[in-house]
């Protein structure tokens, strides 16, 4: 049982609320956009999105009914660029952890993502990833047992605190 829902994308909030499973509405507490991750020192020479297509090149993505997969299918859509990933994950960890361990060239996770690797990936930021800016949603659930509590986490991660931690680990505001 959880007290509190914060989704990485509106559409599963959405879900949540259409589903009633909501203590009221939601609130939108950050955004996250997604960037091109490679090993250290980028040895593939990557500098555009359209670079991931590549021949020869090995790029990871997340699979589309995830949020870091959503926001890619925006951005192909918005560049026309389609890509031709080897694997398509299930979440935006996996990713990172194909391009870490050397099982693939390139993929795309989010900045926040990149920052937390460290010096383990080489950031290639892209401009068409404004074009899919993910938008995060936080909610107290109806089926909490912890309401007032629920509530005050709430208000602390819409809060100055909580949106200076957020910032210095790379989020954007809403």
Do not use: W
């Given at each position: 049982?959880?007290?509190?829902?914060?989704?990485?994308?509106?559409?599963?909030?959405?879900?949540?609320?259409?589903?009633?499973?909501?203590?009221?509405?939601?609130?939108?507490?950050?955004?996250?956009?997604?960037?091109?991750?490679?090993?250290?020192?980028?040895?593939?020479?990557?500098?555009?999105?359209?670079?991931?297509?590549?021949?020869?090149?090995?790029?990871?993505?997340?699979?589309?009914?995830?949020?870091?997969?959503?926001?890619?299918?925006?951005?192909?859509?918005?560049?026309?660029?389609?890509?031709?990933?080897?694997?398509?994950?299930?979440?935006?960890?996996?990713?990172?952890?194909?391009?870490?361990?050397?099982?693939a060239d390139a993929g795309l996770v989010y900045v926040t993502d990149?920052?937390?690797?460290?010096?383990?990936?080489?950031?290639?930021?892209f401009p068409e990833a404004a074009q899919a800016v993910n938008t995060?949603?936080?909610?107290?659930?109806?089926?909490?047992?912890?309401?007032?509590?629920?509530?005050?986490f709430v208000d602390l991660v819409t809060g100055e605190f909580g949106?200076?931690?957020?910032?210095?680990?790379?989020?954007?505001?809403?």
């Amino acid at each position: 049982a959880a007290d509190v829902f914060a989704s990485a994308d509106t559409r599963n909030m959405d879900k949540a609320r259409d589903a009633k499973l909501l203590d009221g509405p939601s609130v939108n507490f950050a955004s996250n956009t997604l960037t091109i991750v490679t090993a250290p020192g980028n040895p593939k020479h990557i500098t555009t999105f359209a670079d991931l297509n590549q021949p020869g090149l090995t790029v990871v993505t997340c699979a589309e009914q995830v949020p870091c997969g959503g926001a890619t299918k925006k951005v192909e859509l918005a560049t026309g660029v389609t890509l031709a990933p080897v694997s398509q994950e299930s979440s935006v960890t996996d990713v990172l952890t194909k391009i870490t361990s050397g099982q693939a060239d390139a993929g795309l996770v989010y900045v926040t993502d990149a920052r937390g690797a460290g010096d383990k990936v080489t950031e290639v930021p892209f401009p068409e990833a404004a074009q899919a800016v993910n938008t995060y949603p936080i909610a107290v659930l109806a089926q909490s047992k912890n309401g007032e509590l629920a509530h005050k986490f709430v208000d602390l991660v819409t809060g100055e605190f909580g949106q200076k931690t957020l910032a210095a680990d790379g989020f954007a505001k809403p």
